[in-house]
């Protein structure tokens, strides 16, 4: 069973800054890529980063310049550092993780339960 935890969310005002964290826990052969993507009310999910296990970096156009995503294997944690934020960068933020299990031999993708992030003055 594998379980991502994702949090550091919350209200903040334009041109300022927030931290999102997300950690895998469980049975953990390998984690692949993992990111963050965000649902903003009445839209699609879309992609906001992603990371591979080497740490080559895929931003979303609308991101790029502003949010820097990290990740610690040692922790099975990836990290979004958000700076000069907007007010379109209002959504909820969702965690993913392509990880496989030490009992399969393929893996599968993981969502965290979501973090809401409010950009608002």
């Known amino acids: 069973q594998v379980q991502l935890v994702d949090s550091g969310g919350g209200l903040v005002q334009p041109g300022g800054s927030l931290r999102l964290s997300c950690a895998a826990s469980?049975?953990?052969?390998?984690?692949?890529?993992m990111g963050w993507y965000r649902q903003a009310p009445g839209k699609q999910r879309e992609l906001a980063a992603t990371?591979?296990?080497?740490?080559?970096?895929n931003y979303a156009d609308s991101v790029k310049g502003r949010f820097t995503l990290s990740r610690d294997n040692a922790k099975n944690t990836v990290y979004l550092q958000m700076n000069s934020l907007k007010p379109e960068d209002t959504a909820v933020y969702y965690c993913y993780a392509n990880i496989r299990e030490r009992t399969k031999s393929w893996a599968n993708s993981y969502w965290g339960q979501g973090t809401q992030v409010t950009v608002s003055s």
């Open positions: 469980g049975n953990i052969a390998n984690i692949y890529a």
């Open positions: 990371i591979t296990s080497s740490g080559s970096t």
